[in-house]
Each structure stands twice: as C-alpha cells, then as structure tokens.
C-alpha cells in the first residue's frame, strides 16, 4: 500500500494561516496610500517705515509783529521739513509747528543719532546768537537717542524758532537763517 500522509488539521490551519496572512498583505498594499509632503517657502520681509506728518502751525506769537513768510511742509515722500520764512520784527517774536514722527512699519525702532544744525545767518551772523532753535516732544520733554518709537506707533514732536526775548540787537535788514537742520536716524529694534 502506498504510503499516503494524511493532512492534519494542525496542517491544514496552518495553510490558511499563511493564505490569509498573504492576501492581507496584498490588500493593505493595494490600498495603502504614500503621503508626500512638499513646500514652496515665501520669507517675507518686515515693512520699514519711518516718517513724518500731520505738520501744523501751532504757535505764532509776539504781539502781531511775527509773520509767516512761507509756510513749512513735509517733503513729498521724505522726511524732511522745509520752505519755513518767517518774520521777526522784535525780541519775543516766536513760532512753532507740531509734527508727528509715525513708526508705520513692522519693527520697533530706536533712535541712534539726533543731529540738530546749527544756524548761519546772512547778512550779520551775530544776530544768530539771538535765535532760539528748539526741537522737543510735543510734552515739553527733550528728544534723546535711544528713545524708542515702537510699530505702529507715533510720537508729537514741536519745533520752534525764537528771536530771544532777551536780544539787545534790532533787526534793521532781512537776516537769511540756514542751518535749522535737524537729522534723525532711527534703526531696528
């Protein structure tokens, strides 16, 4: 009689076991699915703006004898401040501005240099000793480097032009004044 070998039941489980592990295989890599992730990165740059505006006259003074010649303005997309001629007829004669400097950037920024010109003044240069030049907050308190203005922020600033009360000199001839220049560098906080 020929040998024939009776599958066991342990066997035949096991076959199972081995088809069934199989095609789940099969199916888990039919339906699994890669996931792929890809970027474009886009670095935006932070927005610098440092600038001024709302100039308006706030003062002007000394008993009607004080007039403006020529209205100051803010430069068209500068920051600079010009075209102010003024008449002082007498000691006392004074006129100031109010001006904000706007932080309308995304940075906080600190102010590294404050340069404030000193003025020359023609036909007679020692009539300049009598003109007050000051530049302050708006609160009366002084300007200093390292003051910070922050993002979105802005800070009232007052600008004045005197002819000292306590001038002894007359102003007999037009007396031309340059130099009333003012530089402020602000940089990255």
């Known amino acids: 009689m020929k040998d024939e070998k009776k599958m066991s039941s342990k066997d035949f489980l096991l076959i199972i076991l081995i088809t069934c592990l199989t095609s789940l295989s099969i199916a888990y890599a039919t339906i699994s699915t890669t996931l792929v992730i890809t970027n474009n990165l886009s670095i935006r740059a932070n927005k610098w703006d440092i600038h001024f505006e709302n100039l308006e006259q706030d003062k002007i003074t000394g008993g009607n004898t004080a007039s403006i010649i020529n209205n100051a303005v803010i430069e068209k997309d500068t920051t600079k401040i010009s ?3 003024v008449s ?6 004074f006129i100031s501005y109010t001006f904000d400097i706007k932080n ?6 600190r102010l590294t240099t404050l340069d404030i010109g000193v003025p020359t003044c023609t036909p007679s240069n020692s009539i300049c000793s009598d003109i007050e030049y000051t530049l302050k907050y708006a609160d009366g308190s002084d300007i200093k480097v390292t003051d910070m203005i ?11 032009i005197a002819y000292k009360l306590t001038s002894t000199q007359s102003l007999d001839v037009d007396v031309d004044v340059n130099g009333l220049d003012a530089t402020f560098v602000y940089t990255q906080e």
Not at 88 to 93: H, I, M, T
Not at 104 to 109: C, L
Not at 150 to 160: A, D, E, F, W, Y
């Open 83 to 85: 075209g102010l001629e």
């Open 88 to 93: 002082f007829k007498k000691p006392g004669d």
């Open 104 to 109: 309308a950037g995304e940075i906080n920024a």
């Open 150 to 160: 922050n993002r979105g922020q802005s800070k009232k600033v007052k600008l004045t």
